[in-house]
């Protein structure tokens, strides 16, 4: 099974500051990797797969890069409604499960 | 709009078999490219992939549930199910069902719903 690692497990900011969150999978899961952003109470919301293509209606202040085993999710500048947890899911053909890191909660600083 | 809807007891007996229902609609259940997925969460907690079913109806599921989750299709009914047998505590959670799309991504998400085994 490919263990996924996401630092910080906090991450406090200020409105308008740029936000910089990383995972790690324990072996190559090449670009498949996706991050969530789910608020309180929410179901999660898809923000970006491929490791770095924008989901539909995903705003351009969120980008994500990474390939192989490190990935960065990066909110360039956080607004009010950005203050939430974030995971990131790996989806390689093989091992064929899918597995999500343990999240990361932007919190207002 | 594809929505998709959980439903099944919210309170279960230790030892005993959850049982979950996820209805979809705005969308047919038998569209190929698609699979259709169990996710939870429990209270104050990160996401847990339970497992999938194919549009084929093949399923692949966790391992580390492997031995107690069945994941099947009713067709008839555009609709999946979840059933997890032997529960303890550690399955008290937040499951949601979602379609998982030909990138192997969640864009589509139930609301969730509670489970809580206790006796």
């Known amino acids: 099974e490919i263990v996924m690692t996401q630092s910080p497990a906090t991450l406090s900011v200020s409105p308008g500051e740029r936000a910089t969150l990383s995972c790690r999978a324990s072996?190559?899961?090449?670009?498949?990797l996706a991050w969530y952003q789910q608020k309180p109470g929410q179901a999660p919301r898809l923000l970006i797969y491929g490791a770095s293509t924008r989901a539909t209606g995903i705003p351009a202040r969120f980008s994500g890069s990474g390939s192989g085993t490190e990935f960065t999710l990066t909110i360039s500048s956080l607004q009010s409604e950005d203050f939430a947890v974030y995971y990131c899911?790996?989806?390689?053909?093989?091992?064929?499960?899918?597995?999500f890191g343990g999240g990361t909660k932007v919190e207002i600083k | 709009q594809l929505q998709l809807q959980e439903s099944g007891s919210g309170l279960v007996k230790p030892s005993q078999t959850l049982s979950l229902t996820c209805a979809v609609s705005?969308?047919?259940?038998?569209?190929?490219?698609?699979?259709w997925s169990w996710i939870r969460q429990p209270p104050g907690k990160g996401l847990e992939w339970i497992g999938y079913i194919y549009h084929s109806g093949s399923t692949y599921y966790n391992p580390s549930l492997k031995s107690r989750v069945t994941i099947s299709v009713d067709r008839s009914k555009n609709q999946f199910s979840l059933k997890l047998s032997s529960v303890t505590a550690a399955d008290t959670a937040v499951y949601y069902c979602a379609r998982e799309e030909q990138q192997l991504v969640y864009a589509y998400w139930g609301q969730g719903t509670l489970v809580t085994v206790s006796s």
């Open positions: 705005g969308g047919s259940i038998s569209s190929g490219g698609y699979s």
């Open positions: 899911q790996q989806y390689n053909n093989w091992p064929p499960g899918r597995t």
């Open positions: 072996q190559s899961v090449s670009s498949n």
